[in-house]
Structure formats: C-alpha cells, structure tokens
C-alpha cells in the first residue's frame, strides 16, 4: 500500500488501543468482555487504507442498510482487550457497511481471520438511533462495568428510580447524563432481540443498562462514551459503598438536583425528581 500512512499511528487506532487497555485495567473486561465500535469519516480512513481494497466481505444477518458505506473500527469477536495493545491487527479491524447493508467489508485487521465483534447487531442498532437522535455521534461502548452490574442485583430495575438513585450518588452526575439510564430486561447477548431492544432505548439516552451482564454507552467522541459510563460506574460504586456503610443518612435533595440542572443547562429527564418547579 504505497503512499499510505501506518494505521496503527492513526488518531482513532490509538483511541482503540488506548480505550481497551483502560477498559482491562479498570476491570471492566475480563477475558473477552466487552466490545467498541467508532464511526470514522472516510477522509479519516483514505491516508492511511487503499478504500478500494476489500480483504474479506462477511455476512451479517441484520438490516444495516441504514449505515450503507459507513466506516467503523470495531473490536474483534472472541477478543481479549486485554492483548489489543500488543497485537492490534489481529484483536481490531476497520470494516465498510456494503451498499446493501446485509455485509460488512473488512479493510484492515482481523489479521488471524476473525471478524467484528458478536455484539454488532447492538453497536448497529444503536448507531442507528444516536445519529437519528445526533448527527454528531459516533462511538458505542459496551463494558461489564462492575458496580452498575452488582445494582442489577439489588436495586430497582425501574429506570426512573436507578436513575434518581445514580443522580444522588455524585453530584456530577445529573450533569452528564440528564435523559437518565434505560434499562432493558435480561436478554441474550449478541441476538438481533438485544440489538433492537437496546436501540429502542438509544433513541432516549445514551446509556442503556443490560441487567446481570453490564452497559451500553453512546458518544461522540471515544471520551464522551467513555466519561459517561466512568461517571454512571463511580455512582454506582459510591452506592455500593454507602450500602455497605450503613446506607443514607443525608442526601443531595431534589430540589438540590433541580438547581443543578438549571446551574448547567441541562433538562432532567421528566418525572424523577418530585420538585415544586
Ligand atoms: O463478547 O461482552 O456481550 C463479549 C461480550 C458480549
Ligand atoms: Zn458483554
């Protein structure tokens, strides 16, 4: 490939690389967990791949019509974050949507054969609905971030009360996430079911919650989906903690959260927070 750039030099390759490892460190992807999609610009992609040179085209059994000639660097399926760092062309690649929408073209990676990452029918799904909702969005991050997996356990699955119960943790948190959580009921993972149901929710928010199993979170940028879900996960250890010391003896109040949300510009997601306003 002459006159092309090293893609493992390229901003978004790094961002991959970079983002896996801190996913492994934090504990939130053990063993294969986990999996990242990033929509990339084709002029993002042209210094440093020849667009014309499809290595593999793989079939998916979904209707990604609506992503047709789109660009992603995705994780690999079965693929440890952990190793991403020392061999990124075998654990990532960078696929194109076909005109059909019924495959994806592998550019790059995937060196030893694999292929997308299993949860793809979700990260699709979802990409669908946050650029419906946003022209501006672009990455899709799913990690078993593990104190929001423990509230699954012994919290309320009603998304309206994990909502409130994350917003009172961290007094930030309202801030980022003011549309809330969406929680869907425990599903199989990597099925067109979880995808649609999990989309469904994207249309609202940006962080969908899969009980038992971990997180979806939605951004801009690979910092936005990244903070948002370190911002849900502190909350949700800053629960566990308070749990585990006894439980709340005060809290910020929701007239408190109310002027939060009007100190920041933000919108609080309707019929959480029982204010006079
Ligand atoms: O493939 O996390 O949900 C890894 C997963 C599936
Ligand atoms: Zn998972």
Not at 93 to 117: H, Q
Request: proline fraction near 4%; charged fraction near 20%.
């Amino acid at each position: 490939m002459t006159g092309k750039l090293d893609i493992l030099t390229a901003e978004f390759t790094q961002e991959m690389m970079k983002t896996t490892a801190n996913l492994y460190r934090l504990g939130w992807d053990e063993r294969n967990g986990g999996n990242i999609s990033y929509l990339l610009k084709e002029e993002e992609v042209i210094p440093f791949l020849d667009i014309n040179h499809v290595k593999r085209t793989m079939p998916i059994h979904f209707d990604a019509s609506a992503l047709a000639g789109k660009y992603f660097i995705v994780t690999g399926s079965g693929k440890y974050f952990k190793n991403v760092m020392d061999k990124p062309a075998e654990n990532l690649g960078v696929i194109r949507v076909t005109e059909d929408g019924k495959a994806v073209d592998v550019l790059w990676g995937f060196e030893d054969g694999g292929g997308p990452t299993s949860e793809l029918p979700t990260h699709f799904m979802s990409h669908i609905e946050r650029l419906k909702a946003d022209p501006n969005h672009r990455v899709i991050i799913h990690c078993h971030a593990t104190h929001i997996l423990g509230m699954t356990f012994t919290h309320s699955l009603d998304e309206k009360a994990f909502t409130k119960t994350l917003w009172q943790m961290c007094t930030e948190c309202i801030v980022v996430f003011p549309e809330g959580v969406g929680i869907i009921p425990w599903m199989v993972p990597g099925t067109d079911a979880i995808g649609k149901a999990t989309a469904a929710k994207m249309k609202d928010v940006r962080l969908v919650v899969w009980p038992h199993h971990g997180v979806f979170g939605a951004g801009t940028t690979m910092d936005e989906a990244f903070g948002l879900i370190e911002t849900a996960e502190k909350a949700a250890q800053v629960y566990t903690i308070v749990c585990a010391q006894g439980g709340v003896k005060q809290a910020i109040t929701d007239q408190q959260l109310l002027e939060l949300a009007d100190a920041f510009g933000v919108v609080p997601r309707q019929g959480i927070l029982n204010t006079k306003k």
